[in-house]
């Protein structure tokens, strides 16, 4: 029979699991409702910025092509296609997801809806499995949540029409690959995973997102010296298994405009990004001269944001010996990734015979700065459990998660998409133009046919690959036992 604090104690855990997966629910659901809510309950207008000149006429050329029962090969002209080729799949920012199905049956602005939520879905599970992982408690979950579901870059960018940026969402299972990496040994299983993870994520027309998660496991293979062959065959396995997204393109990588626009003007242009809100039609001028639209520079957490980050996620984690040790390789990406958002500190990777794709390279802070969000709410996890008891303290934290909330809310009020019609006004868009126009291209189909059978053969290779891990790991534990 257990003593009678025991099952107090047991009571007890039992209420705290039943409460954090209600909290959690309750999270969820309150992120799906925002998100809705941003979009503007679907009243999406394809008349402005990139909703009218890229994300509109490719999602209504894909109905098209799914009513009519044709491929989407060819669009009517070029201009939907940022001017660069009217073959729709050889723009590596276009969306060739299998759940782009649904727009045979939905409208182009419920599909956005869907579309984006299916992702906030995903990349809530990816961020629920770090706090399992991490086994982080309901506030500092509740700040990771915050962080990186209404942050500045993932409003600003759809705000704009900028689709493509919905791939954000899968960032936690990529942050949660590279936490494994660098805490545990792996092997082609985990570059497996790693490799799907960043096809699917290419799928989703981000592109950008993809250039660079590889430039962060390339960064931690050059840290990681212990890491550097998963890092590495992650890299070249993901770009292999992406040979159907890539091979179409080589077709008309000369045709894209490469003019380097350029980064952060000032270090304090990052600081603005990060504690200041700025309206939609606000703009910074980079080096260049080029004046950029706020979203290519809008981080915003908050000062109460800012003020945690360097709190947890710069003073605690640097100074913490074992966290330090742990995860000190994060911090060679951290610099070099920031530092090449600055001005035109990028610009000399770009005249290299490989394209990148990268002209605007303020997008490149995003990676450290998820990570660094991970990092603060772990510390912050770590001392809030040394001092949990303290009722004075949870009332100065509860207001501090207020004051978080209220920021991140006046943000969002400025950039959800009733108010850009406002700003922007109506424009003209005319859906019956953006049909299917394919023609005879024997050389585009010959590259998308060499695409499928690149992506096919990888595929096997690395099935085959993470079996053969497979039987390993279990002959290995089968001789220790």
Same mark, same amino acid.
């Given at each position: ?13 039992? %209420? ?35 909703? *009218? ?33 009217? &073959? ?42 770090? !706090? ?35 791939? /954000? ?16 040994? %792996?092997?082609? !299983? ?49 770009? +292999? ?20 626009? *350029? ?13 200041? $809100? ?13 004046? =950029? *639209? ?47 958002? =600055? ?14 794709? $990268? ?5 490149? $802070? ?25 009722? +004075? ?8 998660? *207020? ?16 108010? =850009?019609? %406002?700003?922007?006004?109506?424009? !003209? ?16 189909? &010959? /590259? ?25 790991? !279990?002959?290995? +534990?089968?001789?220790?036992?």
């Amino acid at each position: 029979m257990k003593p009678s604090n025991a099952i107090t104690l047991d009571q007890q855990d039992n %209420q705290i699991q039943l409460f954090n997966k209600i909290w959690i629910c309750l999270l969820f659901i309150a992120g799906l409702f925002l998100w809705v809510k941003f979009l503007n309950f679907g009243d999406i207008h394809f008349t402005y910025l990139d909703w *009218g000149e890229d994300s509109g006429p490719r999602l209504v050329f894909l109905q098209s092509a799914l009513q009519d029962g044709l491929l989407p090969y060819h669009m009517p002209n070029a201009s939907g296609l940022v001017n660069v080729s009217d &073959r729709y799949l050889s723009i590596p920012d276009v969306l060739f997801s299998p759940h782009a199905l649904l727009l045979k049956l939905l409208t182009p602005e419920t599909f956005v809806i869907v579309h984006v939520l299916l992702l906030y879905s995903l990349g809530f599970c990816g961020l629920a499995i770090l !706090r399992r992982r991490y086994t982080l408690t309901w506030l500092p979950f509740t700040v990771l949540f915050l962080l990186f579901n209404f942050n500045g870059h993932i409003l600003s960018h759809l705000s704009a029409g900028h689709l493509p940026w919905a791939g /954000y969402f899968l960032f936690p299972w990529f942050i949660l690959q590279v936490m494994r990496l660098l805490e545990e040994r %792996q092997d082609w !299983r985990w570059v497996f995973q790693t490799a799907v993870l960043l096809f699917f994520l290419f799928l989703q027309g981000s592109f950008h997102q993809f250039s660079i998660s590889l430039i962060f496991l390339g960064l931690i293979a050059l840290t990681a010296i212990k890491k550097h062959w998963p890092a590495l065959a992650a890299v070249g396995a993901s770009l +292999a298994l992406s040979l159907v997204r890539i091979m179409p393109t080589l077709l008309v990588v000369n045709n894209f405009n490469t003019v380097f626009h *350029g980064g952060f003007p000032t270090f304090y242009a990052v600081i603005e990004g990060l504690a200041s $809100i700025h309206t939609p039609d606000s703009g910074l001028s980079v080096p260049g001269g080029k004046t =950029m *639209g706020w979203w290519e520079f809008d981080l915003y957490i908050g000062i109460s944001g800012l003020l945690f980050l360097l709190i947890f996620g710069f003073l605690r984690w640097l100074s913490s010996k074992e966290e330090n040790d742990r995860y000190m390789n994060l911090l060679f990406p951290f610099i070099v990734m920031t530092v090449s958002s =600055m001005g035109t500190v990028f610009k000399v990777f770009t005249q290299l015979s490989i394209p990148t794709g $990268i002209r605007v390279t303020t997008r490149f $802070i995003v990676l450290p700065l998820l990570f660094l969000c991970l990092l603060a709410v772990m510390q912050f996890n770590t001392w809030l459990a040394k001092h949990n008891k303290n009722r +004075a303290l949870w009332l100065v934290l509860l207001s501090g998660l *207020g004051v978080l909330l209220s920021e991140l809310w006046q943000h969002f009020k400025v950039w959800q998409l009733s108010n =850009m019609l %406002q700003v922007f006004g109506e424009g !003209r868009f005319v859906p019956s133009i953006w049909t299917v126009a394919n023609y005879p291209d024997p050389s585009y189909m &010959r /590259y998308l046919l060499y695409g499928v059978l690149g992506s096919s053969a990888t595929l096997l290779v690395l099935i085959g690959l993470s079996l053969y891990s497979a039987r390993k790991a !279990r002959r290995t +534990a089968l001789e220790d036992s």
